[in-house]
């Protein structure tokens, strides 16, 4: 531990700034980790069958409660919404599904942006330490004593190497966690958008009239026999 922070120290204000970042990645990552592995996580198949199969059974009732009891996940909550809908006409149902979808989806992507300027931002931290070092570096060799000078230089390029490093050191993991955490999200995403679809049209279709022979043709139907008149009795 007395290496690691005398490491620190060798790199300057720069490097205590790059450690900053990377409090703030670790803090990022096990914030976003949490949220779409474990609370946003779900069987999102066997949560769909469920809630089919009491719509198509007409319990609309069971399966709000049935959302309402997971309403803290976003597609469970998107559901909900639809769901309160579901006696309304077709227009309002699909508007049901884009006010779901705006709603629940944000809450996917949120703050996970944050991880790649963090990483940006550390790789370029360890870029404005090399500046400094070097700079320091020039400076000893155009005015320090020549007793000094040797030691000024290592000095200066010691900065230089250090804050590069611990730069790097920190934007790697942070890029290799936001491309993990990235792919989780957009498979949620695509799960949620196909399954509130899939809702959309399952109840949609439930207004559709019976195919009927009637309903189908309509301007077809057998006319009936007409009645033919009697026939007069013949004079005899």
Same mark, same amino acid.
């Given at each position: 531990?007395?290496?690691?922070?005398?490491?620190?120290?060798?790199?300057?204000?720069?490097?205590?700034?790059?450690?900053?970042?990377?409090?703030?990645?670790?803090?990022?990552?096990?914030?976003?980790?949490?949220?779409?592995?474990?609370?946003?996580?779900?069987?999102?198949?066997?949560?769909?069958?469920?809630?089919?199969?009491?719509?198509?059974?007409?319990?609309?009732?069971?399966?709000? %409660?049935?959302?309402?009891? &997971?309403?803290?996940?976003? $597609?469970? @909550?998107?559901?909900? *919404?639809? !769901?309160?809908?579901?006696?309304?006409?077709?227009?309002?149902?699909?508007?049901?599904?884009?006010?779901?979808?705006?709603?629940?989806?944000? %809450?996917?992507?949120?703050? &996970?942006?944050?991880?790649? $300027?963090? @990483?940006?931002?550390? *790789?370029? !931290?360890?870029?404005?330490?090399?500046?400094?070092?070097?700079?320091?570096?020039?400076?000893?060799?155009?005015?320090?004593?020549?007793?000094?000078?040797?030691?000024?230089?290592?000095?200066?390029?010691?900065?230089?190497?250090?804050?590069?490093?611990?730069?790097?050191?920190?934007?790697?993991?942070?890029?290799?966690?936001?491309?993990?955490?990235?792919?989780?999200?957009?498979?949620?995403?695509?799960?949620?958008?196909?399954?509130?679809?899939?809702?959309?049209?399952?109840?949609?279709?439930?207004?559709?009239?019976?195919?009927?022979?009637?309903?189908?043709?309509?301007?077809?139907?057998?006319?009936?026999?007409?009645?033919?008149?009697?026939?007069?009795?013949?004079?005899?």
């Amino acid at each position: 531990m007395t290496a690691f922070f005398n490491f620190i120290n060798d790199a300057g204000a720069v490097g205590w700034v790059i450690m900053l970042t990377a409090v703030g990645s670790l803090v990022l990552i096990a914030e976003r980790a949490k949220v779409l592995f474990k609370d946003y996580g779900m069987n999102t198949d066997e949560f769909m069958s469920k809630v089919q199969n009491l719509v198509l059974a007409k319990k609309l009732d069971e399966a709000l %409660l049935l959302c309402a009891q &997971l309403e803290k996940k976003p $597609m469970a @909550a998107a559901f909900k *919404t639809i !769901l309160e809908k579901a006696d309304r006409d077709d227009d309002t149902i699909f508007q049901a599904h884009d006010i779901a979808l705006s709603e629940n989806i944000p %809450l996917y992507t949120k703050r &996970l942006h944050y991880l790649s $300027m963090l @990483a940006n931002v550390a *790789t370029l !931290l360890g870029l404005l330490g090399t500046i400094h070092g070097l700079i320091l570096s020039f400076q000893a060799v155009a005015s320090a004593d020549p007793a000094q000078k040797q030691a000024l230089l290592a000095s200066g390029i010691s900065v230089s190497m250090y804050t590069t490093a611990l730069g790097l050191a920190v934007a790697i993991p942070a890029m290799v966690f936001f491309s993990f955490l990235t792919s989780r999200q957009n498979q949620l995403i695509e799960e949620t958008q196909e399954k509130c679809s899939k809702l959309t049209e399952l109840l949609t279709s439930a207004h559709i009239p019976n195919l009927t022979r009637q309903n189908v043709f309509p301007d077809h139907m057998p006319t009936p026999p007409t009645a033919t008149p009697p026939s007069s009795p013949k004079a005899s």
